[in-house]
């Protein structure tokens, strides 16, 4: 499978990847001022355009069924493609960055790919019933119902189209209402935000069903203490609703997963604070420092 990758610098030879995995909502690498700071950390951004989005060929359209999502067979598949894409590069020492919808591809990846030394979760979705984070209130109905009913995945899928044909600024607007700090990230990157509004427009319908079955459904993977031997930590923004940070801290506490929280930023925690993802990647280090001299 030939898989979209950015590669941000890439005569650059001497730095530590740091491997991205986007979300549904924001299938594009991030700015480059965040690939600047990467930069300047000795990180080099690694951008993958996941399968079904782009130029990234689909998975096979069997792993599309529900009982293929449901069991994670699906989820299993495309982390060992992204863990065929690691080899193929030749990557090593790797700090893998999960952002939202991707996170369950990465708790795969994380745990079958030796050459990830750290990872961070970045707006992690850990509970079905946090359905009233999704903005507008009529696209969170709609996507609650398009995880059981292909008629109602229909209908979500024309409507996100609609919107984003006729306004897309917009309508991430809506999507980021909770978050100034997103917001101001959306207008000063809107390019950024029209060409994943394209992607989004042209990825096949189950493709959307597939990313919400996945995270917003429960994920058989995650078992008490699943982390607690991994280097890993998951990063959430203050700047979303109350149901999302209480149970990120309920989960995270029986996963044994460390949260960090950034005070400004929400769906794009991430993309939006390099500084915090820096120094997490410290405290990931210093974390495993300490172990290795117990």
């Not at 597939?210 to 280097?231: A, H, K, M, Q």
Request: charged share 20%; aromatic share 8%; proline share 6%.
């Amino acid at each position: 499978m030939a898989i979209e990758t950015m590669i941000y610098r890439p005569e650059r030879k001497d730095l530590r990847p740091l491997l991205i995995l986007h979300s549904i909502e924001f299938p594009m690498p991030p700015s480059a001022s965040f690939c600047d700071r990467m930069l300047e950390s000795g990180l080099q951004v690694i951008f993958v355009r996941r399968p079904g989005y782009g130029q990234t060929p689909g998975l096979p359209p069997i792993l599309m069924t529900q009982n293929h999502i449901d069991s994670g067979a699906a989820a299993v598949t495309e982390a060992s493609v992204i863990n065929q894409l690691i080899l193929k590069l030749g990557l090593e020492d790797i700090v893998f960055l999960g952002v939202g919808s991707a996170n369950t591809i990465g708790f795969r990846l994380c745990g079958m790919c030796p050459a990830i030394t750290h990872s961070i979760f970045s707006n992690p979705v850990f509970n079905p019933n946090t359905w009233e984070v999704f903005r507008p209130k009529w696209f969170g109905a709609v996507l609650k119902q398009s995880i059981v009913a292909r008629s109602s995945l229909r209908l979500a899928s024309k409507g996100v189209r609609y919107f984003l044909r006729r306004d897309a600024i917009a309508f991430f607007h809506q999507m980021f209402a909770k978050s100034v700090t997103d917001r101001a990230y959306l207008s000063e990157n809107k390019i950024d935000f029209l060409i994943a509004a394209r992607l989004m427009i042209e990825a096949n319908p189950e493709l959307m069903r597939y990313e919400l079955r996945l995270v917003l459904r429960d994920d058989p993977v995650l078992r008490d203490g699943l982390f607690s031997s991994l280097s890993v930590a998951a990063l959430s923004g203050r700047e979303t609703t109350a149901i999302w940070a209480r149970e990120l801290d309920r989960e995270a506490n029986r996963l044994g997963l460390p949260v960090i929280k950034s005070k400004k930023g929400g769906m794009l925690v991430a993309y939006t604070n390099p500084d915090i993802v820096i120094d997490t990647i410290a405290k990931l280090e210093a974390a495993a420092s300490a172990r290795r001299e117990v």
